[in-house]
């Protein structure tokens, strides 16, 4: 079982405006037995702010080993030509969708699809379930086909790294949908999500935490130690 440290560099955020959703999505740096690896990249706009909470944990750009892209819009993957030299992870139906859909999804950024293209060092995911950079991922389509969530378990319990599959707590709890391509879909995925986790860091939203009665905002932090992972949750 790899050390896995969980560390949120941004919390997501549903909000919308007269001009559109803010684009205002979660970023998580997962250190992997020293291998540093970035679930999403957020949005333009983020683009400083992002390079400036990688220094303050003594990190640049460079020093991104890989990237995983929960799916391809544009306030989690347009900052991709960030890490030219990282590794980077997304699945095949969302390439699928993002090359063929692009007109119909206005959320993906077109622009930077020939730069995935001709990335040497992308690795296209299949299948429903799987590994990469030694974390669980699957499937977790509705908001687009192909977006995949992270799993990292332990003695504690079960953490999912959701992305949009589950924007925030009112979708998961009020089967609240917006902005999603498969209605049907997006609510299977709610229920798959609810069932295998203790845990929840969703797209849009901070964390979720398991309780009695359901899952609710958590601010307490909860930290987790195993013999051989250790993950640290940040409120």
Not at 211 to 228: L, W
Request: charged share 15%; glycine share 8%.
């Amino acid at each position: 079982m790899p050390d896995i440290r969980i560390d949120p560099l941004f919390f997501g955020l549903a909000g919308v405006s007269s001009r559109g959703y803010l684009g205002w999505s979660s970023c998580v740096l997962l250190n992997v037995n020293g291998t540093h690896v970035l679930f999403d990249t957020c949005g333009y706009n983020e683009r400083a702010e992002l390079v400036k909470r990688l220094a303050a944990r003594k990190l640049t750009l460079a020093d991104i080993d890989v990237v995983i892209l929960s799916h391809i819009h544009f306030d989690h993957a347009v900052n991709i030509g960030l890490f030219p030299e990282a590794a980077v992870y997304v699945h095949e139906i969302d390439m699928a969708h993002a090359h063929d859909n692009y007109e119909r999804d206005l959320a993906v950024p077109v622009e930077i699809l020939p730069l995935l293209d001709a990335r040497a060092n992308l690795t296209i995911l299949t299948g429903n379930e799987g590994t990469c950079a030694g974390i669980n991922w699957f499937l977790a389509p509705g908001h687009t086909p192909g977006l995949i969530a992270l799993e990292i378990n332990n003695e504690q319990g079960c953490v999912v790294l959701a992305s949009d599959a589950v924007k925030n707590l009112e979708a998961l709890t009020q089967g609240t949908i917006q902005n999603t391509w498969d209605e049907t879909a997006t609510k299977q995925t709610f229920e798959a999500v609810a069932q295998r986790a203790t845990h929840i860091l969703p797209g849009h939203d901070g964390w979720l935490e398991r309780t009695p009665t359901g899952f609710s905002r958590t601010d307490t932090p909860v930290v987790a130690i195993h013999t051989q992972q250790t993950w640290h949750i940040h409120a």
